[in-house]
């Protein structure tokens, strides 16, 4: 490449002036910044630690189960089910809905239409400050008298019960509307901020489907709220919507709840299916397959997602709703499939690199493979009624929560974690880590499809001794997928201090953000960058010396 | 590098992103509301254009609003399924409600509304005295609707009409509502001191309210009659000047009370909570006009500048439009 | 407030500046309407009553969005916002509706009478 000119060379780290974390200094400085890569960043702590909490909680219940009867000394089944609430609330509110949107989303979507920052930055700062006071709402729950209803708040249980469900609501509240700003901030960036010459068919795929997240965010999200803010009123007044003792009807709570919490699993997976069809491109280095179809299917999905929510109740409701929202459950599978055949497509004889995020992304396959495909059972009338409430349920949401959900964050924060941070992770200690959370959420959750089948319900605290081989097993998985997430965690922590210094496209991606510096300015470019098809590999070289990639001037001719 | 992609980031015409380190730029970036050269003082310093700034708001105030739209939409739900469902509980308790009262505040909204799309207008004209006069008439707009609400509410509660399981609604209303005397004229506080029919012990309490507001609902310092005792009396018929249903209570001389359905209390509980979370919504608009009117008193506001009174305005037209389906859905019932 | 439609032309700002002409003549069709709607309940119609009455009211909203919210004037995108909004709502109103009302017959009626407490005042007053 002597003879040619090279647009961006793939450089090692240096101390560039004026990068994001360091042109300012001091807490506070971080506490009132407006720059989308700080907000993105404190999110991903925050995030991170509420993370640890939800998992810990994890362990007590795997603990717990790990034999009939009382096994952890001091949780009696009242204890439980207040672990098993914090548990659920915490990871779905606090970790997995925000988890990639606010968190990788913040610091990438700006990167990568090539913009200085999101529409609105001090809104986006709002949307942090409303998750931690979200997060104060939910600790307030904890330490009082922690919520024992079940994430899903239902109804009357919820207007009965002596804990602290106020709080814990009103925590939730708080976090959709930090949800909903995030949402709404993403699409009026992606609509308003976008360069010339950066139409919507050349947006990584990333943004499609955050686009399509956001939709959901801002559609769906209010409707929580007024469902928290009627169940409030609920136990407050009594005002007999939700509660049949004063002539409420429960089953419209879960109408109302599910038209939200639906929508909300695909605020969980639209996101992680973005991360994938990042991933897997660049490491087959190939041009991602179906570019179109699985852009359009984001946004088939997302309006799929507010008309399949009936699916959560298909032994609570009359006959005629439950064939329609059968059928129309049944048609999401088609955008999901969708995706997963262009993914396979695009590893189709591609010269792959089984670096830490390409191992996450495979695992994503795998496991979001079965978790789809076991909702197909669910979503079977007749098979419900037998498996519903069981822990084939737990299993399956399990699967696309954790094994896509979590997995593809995992992988999205290996792959960007270089220019986040600047910093190279030991690929040794990622490719272990993911093997051992592979591994453990396997042996965690696959039995509990076994478990469902044969009738253990969810939720409970004490089981039949025929069924505690499989608990058991289970238990150990759950241990196992713990030791794994603390070794990433491990892995992740000690690069910041001994990594070596990534260079700016160590992936060789094509996408606007690998353009900037590792990490970047706090203004994202120094150059304006160049842009172009974000699937195309075929002008980047490998600089062995630099350990990373950089685009040579071919590409810069046909530019 | 496919052939088309001569996207290079530099347009002409737009003068683009800064992207070398002086120090203006970090003043930029500490503040996030400053400006580059050559532009108007109120270009952020993200977006390149202020026509891009003010499309940006625009769509954010718009996607900012579907969700209010989906949060007012829950208890619309609410609504729509117990008035399909159990349509004798609103055939009961519009009674309570006072159609002259919300009609006079729907269109004290809609003037709002129209004060509002003038300040908008001036603002874009930049005449700084006739904008900052519209946003006053807006507020006080705003101020009349709270005030004829705080009237319909703390009749209601005076009277023990409260939601859900505080629903205990004394003899004294119901009668008043049910049984003919169901007039506007009482609200407006003119010489009903004759009402004096049966009262439940708890009526008194109202004497004790030396607000204005409560003053109206004064109706009797007379003692209570004893229970059950209905004595409308001929001079209130003229002054009530009800509605059809108060004429009809009225002329049948023999005043049959309507039977209280099992779940009334979900109408008032529905009833409380939509015009509730839209007084809310009046509360905040009127902080959002209040910090536009300072702004604009300062001159903030020109041809070239005027997206929060825009903004600002958007939401309170949708303030507005609530209300417009909340008026006929809760008062006009027949 | 006679300026008529001057200044339109000589606009230079951002946005569209609307008619005097126009807001005025929104605000009348407002006011009749919401006059019209208030008459129209005197006539017992049935269960047109509520049809007439909320299409007053989708007039009005949609006069209030087209002109002082300026979505006539608006890029098409801020009306498509607007519109899907409300068309969730009435898929959520739909689908909710379509279950609730088809278990209503399986509703032991006075089942919830006797649950309830003693101490909640049921009926009529004395």
């Not at chain 2, 992609?5 to 683009?16: A, F, H, K, M, V």
Request: glycine share 10%; charged share 15%; hydrophobic share 45%.
């Amino acid at each position: 490449m002597a003879t040619t000119t090279d647009i961006y060379p793939g450089r090692p780290y240096t101390e560039v002036e004026g990068n994001y974390l360091t042109h300012e200094k001091g807490i506070l400085s971080w506490l009132t910044t407006v720059d989308h890569k700080r907000i993105g960043v404190m999110y991903l702590m925050c995030i991170s630690t509420a993370f640890l909490f939800g998992g810990l909680f994890a362990m007590v219940i795997r603990w717990e189960l790990f034999a009939p009867g009382a096994t952890v000394p001091g949780l009696n089944a009242d204890r439980y089910n207040q672990i098993f609430t914090l548990h659920g609330a915490i990871m779905v509110f606090l970790v997995i809905i925000p988890g990639i949107p606010a968190a990788l989303g913040n610091f990438v979507l700006p990167m990568m239409l090539g913009a200085k920052d999101v529409a609105f930055p001090r809104l986006n700062l709002m949307s942090w400050y409303l998750w931690v006071v979200g997060a104060l709402f939910a600790v307030i729950s904890m330490v009082t008298s922690a919520a024992d209803t079940g994430w899903t708040f239902y109804t009357p249980y919820s207007t009965t019960t002596q804990t602290a469900v106020i709080p814990m609501v009103v925590g939730a509240f708080i976090l959709g509307f930090s949800s909903i700003f995030t949402g709404l901030n993403f699409i009026v960036t992606i609509h308003k901020m976008r360069p010339e010459g950066l139409t919507w068919f050349k947006l990584p795929l990333f943004l499609w489907s955050i686009y399509a997240t956001a939709i959901i965010q801002v559609i769906a999200t209010p409707v929580l709220g007024i469902t928290l803010l009627l169940l409030i009123a609920e136990r407050v007044m009594g005002v007999g919507i939700f509660d049949s003792t004063y002539g409420g009807d429960p089953v419209l709570f879960q109408h109302f709840f599910w038209f939200y919490s639906h929508p909300a699993v695909y605020i969980m997976i639209l996101p992680a299916m973005g991360v994938i069809s990042e991933m897997i491109p660049v490491f087959s280095r190939k041009h991602i397959f179906g570019y179109t179809a699985i852009a359009y299917s984001s946004v088939a999905i997302a309006m799929f997602s507010f008309i399949v929510w009936g699916h959560h109740m298909f032994t609570s409701m009359s006959p005629l709703s439950n064939m329609i929202f059968s059928a129309v459950t049944f048609s999401v599978s088609i955008p999901s499939a969708v995706k997963v055949f262009n993914w396979t497509a695009t590893l189709y004889k591609g010269s792959i690199r089984l670096a830490t995020p390409m191992c996450y992304a495979l695992a994503f396959l795998f496991l979001f493979t079965i978790g789809g495909l076991t909702g197909l059972h669910l979503a079977t009338l007749g098979t419900d009624i037998h498996l519903h409430d069981t822990y084939f349920v737990v299993a399956h949401f399990h699967y696309v929560m954790v094994g896509s959900t979590m997995i593809a964050f995992l992988g999205g924060l290996h792959y960007w974690w270089p220019k986040i941070f600047g910093k190279m992770y030991s690929e040794t200690y990622g490719r272990l880590g993911c093997l051992t959370t592979f591994i453990g959420f396997n042996v965690t959750f696959l039995p509990q499809f076994v478990l469902g089948t044969r009738g253990m319900p969810r939720r409970y605290y004490d089981y039949l001794p025929e069924f505690q081989t499989l608990h058991a097993v289970s238990s150990i998985g759950a241990f196992i997928m713990g030791a794994g997430l603390f070794i990433t965690l491990f892995c992740l922590l000690h690069s910041l201090k001994w990594g070596k210094p990534a260079a700016d496209n160590p992936w060789g991606s094509a996408a606007l953000e690998w353009q900037s510096t590792s990490p970047p300015h706090y203004h994202n470019f120094t150059k304006e960058p160049t842009v172009g098809d974000p699937y195309d590999y075929q002008d980047f070289k490998w600089d062995p010396k630099a350990e990373g990639y950089y685009k040579t001037a071919e590409g810069q001719g046909a530019a | 590098m496919g052939s088309e992609s001569r996207g290079i980031l530099q347009d002409s015409g737009r003068t683009r992103r800064r992207l070398t380190m002086t120090t203006e730029t970090q003043a930029i970036d500490k503040s996030g509301h400053d400006h580059d050269h050559g532009h108007s003082p109120y270009l952020q310093h993200h977006f390149d254009t202020m026509e891009q700034q003010f499309n940006s708001g625009k769509l954010g105030m718009w996607l900012f609003l579907a969700t209010e739209i989906l949060l007012f939409g829950g208890l619309f739900v609410a609504y729509a399924i117990y008035r399909a469902l159990h349509p004798e509980i609103f055939e009961y308790g519009h009674h309570f409600l006072d159609p002259v009262m919300g009609g006079t505040n729907t269109a004290v909204l809609i003037l709002s509304s129209f004060t509002m799309a003038a300040a908008v207008r001036y603002a874009q004209e930049g005449k700084k005295t006739m904008l900052v006069a519209c946003l006053v008439l807006t507020l006080g707009g705003a101020c009349g609707f709270l005030v004829i609400k705080y009237f319909e509410y703390s009749h209601k509660m005076v009277h023990g009409v409260f939601p859900g399981k505080f629903y205990a609604p004394d003899d004294h209303i119901l009668e008043e509502e049910l049984m003919g005397a169901h007039g506007h004229g009482h609200e407006e506080g003119d010489g009903h001191h004759e009402e004096g029919h049966g009262h439940a012990a708890g009526d008194h309490e109202e004497a004790a309210h030396e607000e204005p507001a409560a003053a109206p609902m004064v109706v009797s310092q007379t003692p209570p009659a004893a229970e059950g005792e209905f004595v409308i009396e001929k001079s209130q018929i003229a002054e009530a000047g009800g509605g059809p249903e108060g004429l009809v209570g009225i002329v049948q001389q023999e005043p049959k009370m309507p039977k209280r359905p099992e779940k009334a209390h979900v109408f008032f509980g529905i009833y409380y909570l939509m015009t509730g979370l839209h007084g809310l919504h009046v509360v905040i608009g009127m902080c959002a006009i209040g910090w536009v009117l300072l702004k604009a008193m300062k001159g903030v506001f020109g041809p070239e500048y005027f997206t929060p009174v825009d903004l600002v305005g958007l939401y309170w037209h949708l303030v507005d439009l609530i209300w417009i389906f909340l008026f006929p859905l809760l008062y006009l019932i027949d | 407030m006679n300026e008529g439609n001057t200044h339109n032309n000589e606009h230079h700002g951002v946005g569209h500046i609307v008619d005097w002409k126009v807001l005025i003549g929104v605000l009348t069709a407002l006011l009749v309407l919401t006059y019209l709607t208030v008459k129209v309940t005197e006539f017992d119609l049935g269960p047109l009553n509520i049809v007439i009455a909320l299409g007053i009211a989708t007039v009005k909203a949609t006069l209030v969005c087209l002109f002082f919210m300026h979505l006539y004037y608006d890029q098409p995108f801020n009306s498509l916002v607007l519109v899907s909004s409300v068309l969730f709502v009435l898929v959520f109103i739909l689908f909710s509706l379509i279950d609730l009302s088809a278990y209503q017959p399986d509703i032991i009626q006075d089942y919830i009478s006797s649950m309830r407490d003693p101490a909640y005042p049921l009926d009529e007053p004395q």
